[in-house]
């Protein structure tokens, strides 16, 4: 009975892995893909300047090189958009085309969460480190999936040490720290 | 774990090993072996599936990379795991009762008593659970025909062990208070004593405690996975915690081994 | 010098109209073994319990106890503890810890002795009692009689100077009965200890005790020397041993009666000129198909040895069968087995046709089974409570009245709405058997239901499965007591290595063995054939001829 238990939990393990999962080599994944033609576009730049010469930085990370000397990993680049893309989508293509690290997580549906740029991940310089994206200036409250882009769109993605107070975000300084 | 470095876990599993087959008895079972490999090799392929840290990008799983960093975490992280599992299950076979009582009873030789009446009762309670429950059934007077009929008898036979525990306890402490459980100055009875080769591992075990604190603090020892693999330390003094680590891991399976040679030249 | 005094004691227990012991004056001098008896409830552990203040019970107290010469209360805690030990009834719950040594330990270790000398007044003591050999055991994985025989070496592990038993051997049989009463002689005659133990089952005390003190209703009746107290009006029947029963039977009143088998021998030979061979007893023809039988049966729990093996039993209708067999023979498996309770391993068991195992079922609303602590049956906080529980699942219309119906041939209907563990041993015994019998069952496996009781008690639950098997039961009785096998079994059987080794009536049964059968098969052993009850053996006395008697002796 056992047995037979766990064999279909395999057998369902396995098709769940072949249906579920996409695998593609490096090659695959960093293919050109067709340029898009459109009339809007928005300008991307990423950026961890706040780690540059920041002593809180861990020893591996600092020795690694993957922190550029001006904290620069994507400089400003016009890239064109669709409707209905989010800074999300952006983001993602753009980091693709420049075959630079991503890691992310999807919560929900909806809602994606970015973990890491370029092997530089949150908590890395502090308890409240981490990626975040302001446009033209302000600092969106909703998942950067979420916030659909018109044209002409300034995004910055910037790493922050200090809970967004140090790339410039008054959220947490008018409305008081909660956990981050 | 004060730090991340690949020796101490090799170490620790490879002691560990030794050591639940010295007090297994020496044959390694080939059924326990493959389970703990197939318990390892998940780890290990499961770590690249949640963590994608690292810069070697072996390929891409639902748009997200798999690094031989995160594969290699996966694998240090199993033999750690697997060393401490392994620990556990010695400790187990090796920590009898006796030993535990021994080291409470000197201090507290009423949670010595305390502690063999739990080890006294705990097959009592199930020897007697079973009695109820089959003494109910050689009579026939309970119905076991739906689930919720079955759930209800069982716990009626349960408060019945508790009603009969409670009552022939009662006997027990007359027993023990017979026996004199209410004075003063009660001692705790054991032959374990403390003799010259405890001391001499106790030293050892301390002092080199102390040394693996100290590299611990001070780094030496250190190494990461993400997002590069640093190179393993090996200066002296990262060797000489190494050793450290290896004289606590392997003084249990060296006192056994030293133990089955004498009795050998002895015979 | 004066161990123990009583003066006037007269003791009430709490919400207790009666007095459980009243105006009591006892004297024992130190080195004395004292027996006391009476039926149940007369007062033995009451007594026994005041005497060391640790145990007494709460209730209403006057009169004044001496012990060593100090009255009770001037004793200190740590004289009590260590100079007077106490054996309880119970083999199991007066053990505490979890190994034999620690257990042995334990007194001391309360007194205080540093380990080194614990673990040598350990070590001498388990040697005294032959249990070396267990001394690293877990308690959990000894016999019956092997934690009575620890519980006595702990009782006397601390060098008191007065040892206390109630009914000690009273739950074990009657080979471990046998070697602990042997220690407990070894301790008054070698140690000079002095000894009072209570016990139902006097055959092996009465005639080495110094004294024997019997108490009824709270009362002291008789204290006497053995032989005195043997032939005492006052002294109840039950309590005395074998030998002096027949005597007694026989309508004898000299002074020197026989108290032990040899005596009893003796008496016979001196005063009876005995035919040889009297009547056969022949098996009584069995009646159609057996309402039980088993073929083949083999049986063993997951940790390996064969309890049963290649065991074959066939039970008549309307039969009692007796199993005897050693401790741990297998009896209880084998009613359980037959219960269905059990599966075996291989060979098959069949209830009034029904096998146990294809129309389990069917086969367990035939069966029930009285097990050997009835309280195991009692689910519920009335005795009303459990048998209408029980009568539920059986009928459910007729359920009041059939509890009626049951109660009232038992005798129960007073306690009705009692809570069942407030029941004395005799009263639960009766409400379990309520419980099985409102199901109406048709077979009935009975374990030990003798277990512990006074004679009168015996004789009435003898009388009780009699009057069962005239309703049409069959019933199967496991039990050590040879004397209450040969009173109401129409066959006896012995269970040994497995399998069922002799099958007869009680009277070719006890007579072919010779160690393990009734007093009076021993008695008359060379002198009538088939010869198992006293009864059997004073009615073949009195049909005998009688010696003429030169000399007044025995």
Not at chain 1, 36 to 41: E, F, G, K, P
Not at chain 1, 160 to 165: A, I, M, N, Q
Not at chain 2, 188 to 204: N, T
Not at chain 3, 246 to 252: C, D, I, N, S
């Amino acid at each position: 009975m056992k047995r037979i238990l766990a064999v279909t939990a395999a057998v369902l393990a396995a098709l769940a892995a072949v249906f579920l999962l996409t695998f593609e080599t490096v090659g695959d994944h960093y293919k050109e893909t067709d340029t898009v033609i459109s009339d809007a576009s928005v300008t991307i730049s990423v950026s961890c300047a706040e780690l540059c010469g920041n002593g809180d930085v861990g020893k591996a990370l600092r020795d690694s090189g993957l922190v550029p000397d001006d904290g620069v990993i994507i400089p400003e680049t016009q890239y064109p958009i669709s409707e209905g893309d989010t800074v999300f989508d952006v983001l993602r293509a753009v980091l693709k085309d420049n075959r630079i690290h991503f890691d992310y997580t999807d919560i929900s549906d909806r809602s994606a969460y970015v973990k890491g740029i370029n092997n530089i991940y949150e908590y890395d310089c502090s308890d409240i480190s981490g990626w975040m994206y302001s446009v033209n200036g302000i600092f969106p409250t909703v998942a950067s999936s979420e916030y659909t882009l018109s044209d002409g769109d300034v995004i910055l993605w910037q790493y922050t040490c200090d809970l967004g107070r140090d790339v410039g975000d008054t959220y947490y300084t008018l409305h008081g720290s909660d956990a981050a | 774990m004060l730090t991340l470095n690949p020796v101490f876990a090799a170490l620790s599993l490879i002691a560990a090993l030794i050591l639940r087959l010295i007090v297994q008895g020496g044959r390694p079972q080939i059924k326990a072996i493959l389970r703990a490999a197939l318990f390892m090799a998940l780890i290990t392929v499961l770590n690249p599936v949640f963590s994608h840290h690292g810069v070697t990008v072996l390929f891409f799983l639902n748009d997200l990379p798999i690094t031989r960093e995160a594969i290699l975490y996966g694998a240090y992280m199993s033999a750690a795991i697997m060393a401490v599992v392994l620990w556990c299950g010695v400790l187990s076979s090796c920590m009898t009762s006796d030993k535990v009582i021994h080291l409470v009873g000197r201090a507290f030789p009423h949670l010595a008593v305390l502690i063999s009446l739990t080890l006294r009762f705990i097959p009592l309670f199930k020897e007697r659970f079973k009695g109820i429950i089959d003494a109910q059934r050689a009579a026939g007077v309970n119905d076991e025909t739906t689930m919720i009929k079955k759930l209800s008898f069982y716990i009626k036979a349960f408060s019945a062990l508790v009603t009969m525990i409670l009552e022939d306890s009662i006997d027990t402490s007359d027993s023990m208070k017979a026996r004199g459980i209410t004075l003063s100055g009660r001692t705790s009875y054991s032959d374990f004593s403390f003799h010259f080769d405890d001391a001499v591992v106790l030293a050892l075990v301390l002092s080199s405690a102390a040394y693996l604190m100290i590299s611990g603090a001070a780094g030496f020892v250190d190494l990461s996975f993400y997002p590069v693999i640093t190179p393993l330390p090996v200066s002296v003094k990262a060797l000489a915690a190494y050793a450290a680590f290896g004289v606590i891991a392997f003084i249990p399976a060296a006192k056994e081994v030293i133990a089955w040679r004498h009795s050998r030249l002895r015979a | 010098m004066e161990t123990l005094a009583f003066e006037g004691v007269s003791f009430k227990y709490p919400d207790s109209d009666r007095y459980a012991l009243e105006n009591i004056d006892l004297r024992v001098n130190s080195g004395e073994l004292v027996l006391l008896c009476g039926r149940s409830g007369s007062g033995k552990s009451t007594l026994l319990r005041l005497i060391k203040r640790e145990l007494s019970p709460f209730g209403e107290l006057s009169g004044s106890i001496t012990v060593f010469g100090k009255s009770r209360e001037q004793l200190s805690v740590r004289e009590s503890v260590s100079k007077i030990g106490f054996v309880m009834q119970s083999c199991e719950n007066q053990i505490v810890t979890e190994s034999v040594w620690r257990e042995l330990a334990f007194g001391l270790e309360s007194l205080g002795l540093q380990s080194g000398e614990i673990r040598r007044k350990t070590a001498e003591t388990a040697m005294s009692f032959g249990i070396d050999k267990l001394y690293r055991r877990k308690t959990a994985t000894l016999s019956g009689g092997e934690k009575q025989l620890l519980n006595l070496a702990c009782a006397t592990v601390c060098e008191p100077s007065l040892l206390l038993l109630d009914e000690p051997t009273s739950q074990l049989d009657p080979i471990s009965a046998r070697e602990f009463l042997s220690h407990v002689l070894d301790l008054n005659r070698e140690l000079g200890l002095t000894v009072i133990i209570s016990e139902h089952r006097t055959d092996g005390i009465f005639p080495y005790a110094d004294r024997v003190v019997e108490l009824d209703g709270g009362r002291i009746s008789v204290n006497a020397a053995p032989r005195d107290a043997a032939v005492s009006n006052e002294l109840f029947f039950g309590a005395l041993p074998s030998a002096a029963k027949v005597y007694r039977m026989l309508g004898e009143k000299r002074s020197q009666p026989p108290l032990t088998v040899t005596e009893c021998r003796r008496f016979i030979a001196n005063n009876y000129m005995v035919k040889a061979a009297v009547s056969q007893e022949t098996a009584p023809p069995r009646s159609t198909a057996p309402a039980i039988r088993l073929k083949g049966v083999r049986f063993r729990y997951e940790n390996g040895k064969d309890i049963l093996n290649d065991l074959d039993l066939d039970v008549g209708e309307n039969e009692i069968l007796a199993v005897l067999g050693g401790n741990g023979a297998g009896k209880s498996t084998l009613l359980k087995v037959i219960a269905g309770v059990e599966k075996p391993l291989y060979g098959k068991v069949e209830v009034l046709g029904r096998n146990t195992v294809k129309r389990k079922n069917e086969a367990r609303s035939l069966v029930s089974m009285l097990p050997q602590d009835p309280r195991m049956l009692f689910l519920s906080s009335s005795v009303r409570g459990d048998i209408m529980q029980s009568a539920d699942t059986a009928d459910k219309e007729n359920a009041e009245k059939e509890l009626m119906r049951v109660c009232s041939k038992l005798g129960i209907e007073h306690l009705l709405d009692r809570h069942p563990y407030d029941l004395s041993g005799g009263e639960q015994q009766k409400a379990a058997l309520a419980k099985l019998l409102v199901r109406k069952p048709r077979i009935l496996l009975l374990d030990e239901p003798t277990k512990g009781m006074d004679y009168d008690a015996k004789l009435s639950t003898i009388a009780l499965v009699k009057e069962l098997r005239g309703e049409g039961l069959t019933m199967i009785l496991v039990t050590h007591d040879a004397e209450c096998a040969a009173l109401c079994a129409d066959r006896c059987a012995l269970l040994f290595d497995g399998s069922i080794v002799s099958n007869d009536t009680p009277e070719r049964f006890f007579s072919s063995l010779s160690h393990y059968t009734t007093a009076a098969a021993h008695i008359s052993r060379g002198f009538f054939e088939n010869t198992v009850t006293a009864r059997q053996l004073v009615s073949r006395l009195e049909s005998s001829e009688k010696r003429e008697v030169n000399t007044d002796k025995t």
